[in-house]
C-alpha cells in the first residue's frame, strides 16, 4: 500500500519557520520525483517545489522567493521542506506528492495544515 505522510505543520508567527516532513512508504521512493504542493483556503492547488529522484535538481514556484528548499532522503524514504521567513500568504494546507514521470502527481498525502499568524 501506497502511503505518503506529512507532519511537521502547525501554527507559527510571520518571519518564523517550519520544517515539513514527508516519509514515504509502498513504491520505490528513489524511482520518483516528489513535489509539494498546497492549498490556500478557498483556493485551488498551487505547486510549490519539486526535487528529482537523486536530489539533484530542484524547482520553486516564484512566490517562494527563495524562502524555501526543499531536499530527500533517499535512505529514509523521506522529503523535507525547509520554510523561512514564512507570510501570511503561505498559509494552506501542504501536500506531498510523487511523480514518476515530469509534471506527473501519481501519489498525494492527506496534508498537514501551515497557519501563519501573529
Known amino acids: 500500500e501506497v502511503q505518503l505522510v506529512e507532519s511537521g505543520g502547525g501554527l507559527v508567527q510571520p518571519g518564523g519557520s517550519l520544517r515539513l516532513s514527508c516519509a514515504a512508504s509502498g513504491f520505490i521512493f528513489d524511482d520518483y520525483a516528489m513535489n509539494w504542493v498546497r492549498q490556500a483556503p478557498g483556493k485551488g492547488l498551487e505547486w510549490v517545489s519539486v526535487?528529482?529522484?537523486?536530489?539533484?535538481?530542484?524547482y520553486y514556484a516564484e512566490s517562494i522567493e527563495g524562502r524555501f528548499t526543499i531536499s530527500r532522503d533517499n535512505a529514509k524514504s523521506t522529503v523535507f521542506l525547509q520554510m523561512n521567513s514564512l507570510k501570511s500568504e503561505d498559509t494552506a494546507v501542504y501536500y506531498c506528492?510523487?511523480?514518476?514521470?515530469?509534471?506527473?502527481?501519481?501519489?498525494w498525502g492527506q496534508g498537514t495544515q501551515v497557519t501563519v499568524s501573529s
Open positions: 506528492t510523487g511523480g514518476y514521470h515530469a509534471d506527473a502527481y501519481d501519489y
Open positions: 526535487i528529482s529522484w537523486n536530489g539533484g535538481v530542484t
